[in-house]
């Protein structure tokens, strides 16, 4: 773990087992709520995706995809029918699941939720999935409304306002205010890994304006080394969450190799680790 975590004084995503590290503050908080991230090991499938992948779309074999996922249900007695999965298009489109969604996407890739990068529900029994190996996992809870969920930010989700989308949607739809909300940024590339054109800064200045400069290094005329996770973190409080509601992963899934894929690390031929949330039925 190559980076500090910010606005904590401990890493929030702490092992679980083998193949799963847990939001332990929020599971410690609310203990029917099963929110974290897997890792790269402890599952099936063979190289380049060893071994725990949890995505259909890299071009495993199914077969392993689903017996991964599977493992990974028993680890956390969630059975896969209750799991909702999307096709990720790195947008900023957010979908409220119900359990009429259980079972899409969870063990095939024909189900899942179209052009989808953003997810929430306030039902129990339901465990919302994203495939992850770079980009940012942004969990949200307001536990006063019993609602949960998880946006996908790469760079694109990112100037996109996805975080903030999210934060709109529980405002305008669901009567939740800001400062009600609960958010963790989890494992996904750092600052260090991470290097970007002038067209990405450029985007992202006109959603944090000035603030922009605190999330980035310019190392040459049209190179900068982006903090997606700051720049997220930032949009969030820009948005209304207060700074002390949102907790920072210091893990890297480029630098820390043990743990996690990484498409830049691996040149894009790799597995996915699942950002996952849900309520368990009591």
Request: aromatic content about 10%.
């Amino acid at each position: 773990m190559k980076e500090k975590s910010r606005g904590i004084s401990l890493e929030p995503f702490v092992q679980f087992s083998e193949s799963f590290m847990s939001i332990k503050g929020w599971k410690d908080w609310h203990p029917n709520l099963l929110a974290g991230f897997t890792t790269k090991n402890g599952g099936i499938s063979d190289f380049p995706f060893q071994s725990m992948n949890t995505a259909f779309h890299v071009f495993d074999l199914d077969g392993k995809v689903i017996e991964n996922r599977r493992i990974l249900a028993d680890q956390l007695h969630f059975p896969v029918e209750r799991w909702v999965g999307a096709e990720q298009t790195h947008e900023a489109s957010i979908l409220k699941i119900d359990k009429s969604h259980a079972g899409l996407g969870a063990i095939d890739y024909k189900t899942a939720l179209k052009a989808t990068d953003g997810l929430y529900t306030k039902e129990s029994g339901i465990l919302l999935t994203l495939c992850f190996a770079d980009c940012v996992p942004v969990y949200f809870m307001a536990p006063n409304h019993h609602l949960i969920g998880i946006v996908h930010a790469g760079w694109k989700g990112t100037v996109a306002g996805i975080g903030s989308s999210m934060i709109d949607i529980w405002r305008q739809d669901e009567g939740v205010q800001p400062e009600e909300i609960y958010a963790a940024i989890g494992p996904s590339i750092c600052q260090n890994c991470y290097t970007v054109d002038k067209k990405v800064i450029n985007y992202l200045e006109v959603i944090l304006e000035e603030q922009t400069k605190t999330a980035y290094n310019q190392i040459t005329e049209n190179q900068y080394q982006l903090d997606l996770k700051l720049a997220n973190a930032l949009i969030l409080q820009k948005a209304g969450i207060l700074p002390e509601n949102i907790m920072t992963t210091g893990f890297c899934t480029s630098c820390d190799d043990s743990y996690f894929f990484s498409h830049r690390r691996d040149e894009g031929k790799t597995g996915r680790m699942l950002g996952l949330i849900g309520w368990k039925e009591e």
